[in-house]
């Protein structure tokens, strides 16, 4: 590893995500079941989509950015929620769109890799992904303690290139680690910042240190909020993000949701609550639809106590955990609250 390019470079250990697989074909009898051979014609999943059954993700109006609305188009990934730009490499792309987010508040917004028409032997992977620091299960509340418990907990083939130190993307604070596979050959390096509450990460990985060093320089292309940092970053013009503001004094009227269908999976919910002190905007990471409906009408019956910046009311995102908790794996200081 050359120490001038560790120099610039912050890391961050995370899995790469991969999907799709292929089903051979099985030789088939008459005699129907398992084994039949119909020759009724079978739904295909579509190229690029995963089908995942279960609770999803959704929103109570499709105006309001989300994380998950990010996307590449025209070879340049936008996302409006976090207020991120960036032009991909040439001869790059997004071959798949990742999965809906976790009940921890995981979030892929783009994974990029090398298209059919780059030249030359070098493969790698540009991997954008953001945690919701309100209902994360590590046991941190920003970017740069992220960082620190992912360097801290590397597994025991993996080994630290470099720790965490304070680097910049497009003139952005981010910190910055990186690691490796001595037996895959294969080397991370994750740069981490901090958005509206989550902890954005872009996590490059690849066996050619000369590709991560032409990539690394390229992400000066990225254009992000002026107010992204490691420890806070509000995004720009958009609610002040406070954790635990739907408890306590600053509730004055609610009504609790009632599920009848499903009742036993954990429901992380983000709120917009306007400058009046009424919910404007719902965000559910992972819900089913009849829990969705039920916690949005009750919502309708919630009023806040206006947040006031500069003696001036302004609007506030927060964040709620319905139905069961999630289950961390250590102590943790700083999970949402479970109604």
């Known amino acids: 590893m050359?120490?001038?390019?560790?120099?610039?470079?912050?890391?961050?250990?995370?899995?790469?995500?991969?999907?799709?697989q292929s089903a051979k074909s099985q030789i088939a009898s008459q005699n129907g079941g398992d084994f039949s051979n119909s020759?009724?014609?079978?739904?295909?999943?579509?190229?690029?989509?995963?089908?995942?059954?279960?609770?999803?993700?959704?929103?109570s109006d499709s105006v309001t950015p989300v994380p998950e609305d990010g996307n590449v188009t025209n070879n340049v990934f936008r996302d409006p929620y976090f207020g991120m730009t960036y032009a991909l490499p040439k001869d790059w792309t997004e071959k798949y769109k990742g999965p809906p987010p976790s009940e921890s508040g995981r979030?892929?917004?783009?994974?990029?890799?090398?298209?059919?028409?780059?030249?030359?032997?070098?493969?790698?992977?540009?991997?954008?992904?953001?945690?919701?620091?309100?209902?994360?299960?590590?046991?941190?509340?920003?970017?740069?303690?992220?960082?620190?418990?992912?360097?801290?907990n590397l597994q025991a083939d993996y080994k630290?290139?470099?720790t965490p130190t304070p680097a910049k993307i497009g003139g952005r604070p981010f910190t910055f680690f990186a690691y490796w596979s001595p037996v895959a050959e294969l080397h991370w390096y994750?740069?981490?910042?901090?958005?509206?509450?989550?902890t954005v990460e872009v996590v490059l990985s690849s066996r050619d240190t000369k590709l991560l060093s032409s990539l690394m320089l390229d992400l000066n292309k990225m254009e992000l909020p002026a107010e992204a940092g490691p420890t806070a970053g509000t995004g720009g013009d958009v609610p002040v993000c406070i954790k635990d503001?739907?408890?306590?004094?600053?509730?004055?009227?609610?009504?609790?949701?009632?599920?009848?269908e499903h009742r036993f999976n954990a429901v992380p919910v983000r709120i917009i609550i306007d400058k009046e002190g009424r919910v404007k905007h719902v965000h559910f990471l992972s819900a089913f639809p009849d829990q969705a409906k039920a916690i949005t009408d009750a919502f309708?019956?919630?009023k806040f106590k206006p947040y006031l910046r500069d003696r001036k009311p302004v609007e506030v995102e927060t964040g709620i955990m319905f139905g069961r908790p999630l289950?961390?794996?250590?102590?943790?200081?700083?999970?949402?609250?479970?109604?």
């Not at 050359?2 to 799709?20: D, E, N």
């Open 2 to 20: 050359h120490h001038r390019l560790l120099s610039l470079l912050i890391g961050l250990a995370l899995p790469l995500l991969a999907w799709g």
């Open 39 to 59: 020759t009724q014609p079978l739904t295909k999943v579509p190229t690029g989509v995963i089908l995942v059954k279960g609770a999803w993700s959704s929103a």
């Open 107 to 152: 979030y892929v917004l783009a994974q990029i890799s090398p298209g059919d028409t780059l030249k030359g032997p070098d493969r790698g992977s540009i991997l954008i992904t953001a945690d919701d620091m309100f209902f994360t299960t590590l046991p941190a509340t920003n970017a740069l303690q992220v960082v620190n418990y992912s360097k801290d």
């Open 160 to 162: 630290l290139e470099l």
């Open 190 to 198: 994750v740069l981490a910042t901090e958005l509206r509450c989550h």
């Open 245 to 260: 503001y739907a408890q306590g004094e600053n509730v004055i009227a609610r009504a609790d949701p009632v599920f009848t």
């Open 300 to 302: 309708k019956q919630w």
């Open 327 to 339: 289950h961390p794996a250590t102590s943790l200081a700083g999970n949402a609250p479970t109604e």
